[in-house]
């Protein structure tokens, strides 16, 4: 092939100048010489270029005036017999624009609007699906232009790109013998504070006798348990499990060796006594009989069926229990043991509630009361994969606070240490919540006042949003506060108090904590669904903000490097990506580069407060 048809004609000039040097080569060998393939291709590839500069081409075969229709027959020859090849010379882009521009104004019925579409395509000589795509193409175009559009699309994503940067300081949840060294940890590990600070309260959450709860409001029976379902949601990789062994594992270990360590020593002690005994004095002191060894008590479990909890607290009416799972989204396939109601069952443990089960050979299980909290990790693609449109009819995923943890590197160089955590801080807080007796909580009045407020304005969330995802978000979070402030409450008065001793009464103190996690879990949750949600539809400052997240952990990006990493744009055209880095760099959060002849965009670093 030719050099000039390798170069890219970019002027009108330079398409003219190199037309008339094919012109002059078909008078050379004539009007009826078959034109070989290279000129062919060049041929094709100017008529191409033409079309986008609107040239045009009458004066290349004779005096006479073009085609009608805009067409000319090319004399080509195929396996030697001479045939023609029609090209087409579309509309030039500037007035294909106007008219698509002409229609958006119209005020048309969707009928209407097809039928217009129809005249364009026919007129243009193009298909209806390219005039379509064009047309909300050049509707999308035109909003971004909007300046009332630019404005809200910079809100949204600064909005987003400070959900995603938003950081808390243990020290203002936890006193500072456990701030500190939780703090370090996650230094350690690359680790948000928020993580740990999470896993803490869901691992301390499950250690209450079931049957404790905050009164909030007595009049309106307005009560809420401590049980909390957490998740972490972070990539493989990101040293989630390690850390949940750290804060939840071992002590919940620990207490469960300790207890059962006690209960076969008490076995023990009475089977030798029995043992011991006479029959006379056996049938006074053991009057049902030989010591039986008891079962061993758990804490946590990594599996269960909805069935088998009941039946759990039926035999330990008085125990709680942790659902731990390293890989959270194992728990949301409800059809595992073809149980429709299993789904149905996790909404009820959240409230506390108990279940009589009824067979055909009687009754299974009574229970009363339940406390079941639930901890795990989840990888960011099957979440949003399990959120589907968002919408959470039943509530389930408002019932869930979430972190994101983001792609972070760590390092073993620091700093060594023989502090063991464990040993000398999370078991002995474990155990103090365990030994304390079921419990009722109450607001102190500041608390109260401060709690109302709080409740206020989640309502007017709830009311005012049109998201039905997040109105059932808003309506959780009400009672969620509650049950943020009672465990914030104990793991406060246990590290302080002595052993056995604790206030009844819940301070605003730790109201006010747990309003300010709330608001935190709040964005967290609206991060994660923005990725979601917004994955297969046209909202642009979630895949800004992704974009530009991205760029701050490893730098400069190319469109190929966002199709493989972000999970919401893995679907995206390149060029629309390349568009949505110039979009970045003309609102200011980055700069674009030319690399290769590849488009590469660099976020500015964060800014830190």
């Not at 006798?209 to 029976?221: F, H, P, S």
């Not at 009672?486 to 006010?512: A, F, M, R, T, W």
Request: glycine share 4%.
């Amino acid at each position: 092939m030719s050099d000039a048809y390798d170069s890219y004609y970019r002027t009108p000039a330079e398409i003219e100048r190199r037309l008339a040097e094919i012109a002059a080569r078909l008078k050379e060998i004539g009007p009826s010489h078959v034109l070989n393939d290279e000129l062919h291709e060049e041929f094709i590839a100017l008529f191409d270029e033409q079309t986008r500069l609107n040239y045009q081409l009458d004066s290349l075969f004779s005096n006479q005036p073009p085609p009608p229709l805009e067409q000319i027959d090319l004399p080509v020859d195929r396996q030697g017999k001479l045939g023609y090849h029609r090209i087409t010379i579309a509309t030039p882009p500037k007035e294909l624009i106007e008219k698509i521009d002409q229609l958006i104004d119209k005020p048309l019925g969707k009928t209407e609007l097809d039928i217009e579409l129809l005249h364009i395509a026919q007129e243009t000589r193009r298909t209806t699906l390219d005039i379509r795509n064009l047309y909300y193409t050049r509707i999308t175009e035109l909003e971004e232009i909007d300046p009332e559009n630019q404005k809200q699309l910079k809100t949204d994503l600064d909005q987003l790109l400070t959900i995603a940067d938003q950081t808390l300081d243990l020290k203002e949840f936890l006193p500072l013998p456990l701030a500190n060294p939780l703090t370090r940890q996650a230094q350690l590990m690359s680790l948000r504070p928020e993580v740990l600070l999470l896993a803490l309260l869901a691992g301390i959450s499950s250690c209450h006798k079931v049957g404790t709860e905050l009164v909030i409001e007595e009049e309106m029976q307005f009560t809420v348990p401590p049980i909390l379902y957490c998740g972490i949601v972070a990539d493989s990789g990101q040293k989630k499990s390690p850390i949940l062994r750290t804060l939840v594992k071992k002590p919940l270990d620990a207490l469960e060796r300790a207890v059962n360590e006690a209960l076969k020593a008490k076995y023990e002690a009475e089977l030798e006594d029995y043992r011991a005994c006479t029959q006379e004095e056996r049938n006074d002191r053991f009057p049902n009989g030989e010591p039986q060894q008891p079962d061993p008590i758990d804490y946590y479990l990594s599996d269960l069926t909805p069935a088998g909890i009941h039946r759990q607290f039926a035999k330990h009416p008085e125990r709680g229990l942790l659902y731990f799972r390293d890989e959270l989204s194992a728990m949301f396939k409800f059809d595992r043991f073809g149980k429709s109601t299993e789904r149905q069952d996790f909404l009820s443990f959240y409230d506390g509630s108990g279940s009589k089960e009824l067979r055909a050979e009687g009754f299974a299980s009574r229970t009363t009361q339940t406390q079941l909290s639930i901890l795990g990790a989840i990888q960011p693609e099957l979440l949003r994969q399990l959120l589907q449109d968002g919408s959470d009819p039943d509530g389930l995923w408002a019932r869930f606070l979430f972190v994101a943890q983001p792609q972070q590197k760590s390092s073993l160089r620091g700093q060594r240490t023989r502090y063991n955590i464990n040993t000398e801080l999370l078991n002995p807080l474990y155990r103090k919540v365990d030994a304390l007796p079921r419990m009722t909580y109450y607001l102190s009045d500041a608390a109260f006042d401060l709690y109302a407020n709080y409740y206020d304005r989640l309502e007017h969330l709830r009311c005012t949003s049109s998201d039905p995802g997040m109105q059932a978000l808003y309506s959780k979070m009400e009672g969620t506060i509650g049950r943020l402030a009672l465990n914030l409450h104990v793991i406060d008065e246990v590290l302080d108090q002595p052993e056995g001793v604790i206030s009844k009464e819940i301070h605003q103190k730790h109201v006010k904590q747990a309003g300010k996690l709330v608001r935190f879990f709040i964005n967290q949750a609206k991060r994660i669904r923005s990725t979601a949600v917004t994955a297969e539809n046209h909202e642009l400052a979630p895949h800004l903000a992704a974009i530009v997240e991205r760029s701050r952990q490893v730098g400069s990006v190319s469109a190929r490097d966002i199709k493989m990493s972000v999970w919401n744009l893995r679907k995206a055209n390149p060029t629309d990506i390349r568009n949505h880095f110039l979009t970045l760099e003309k609102m200011g959060y980055g700069k674009c580069e030319q690399s290769l002849s590849r488009l590469r965009f660099c976020a500015k670093k964060e800014e830190k407060s």
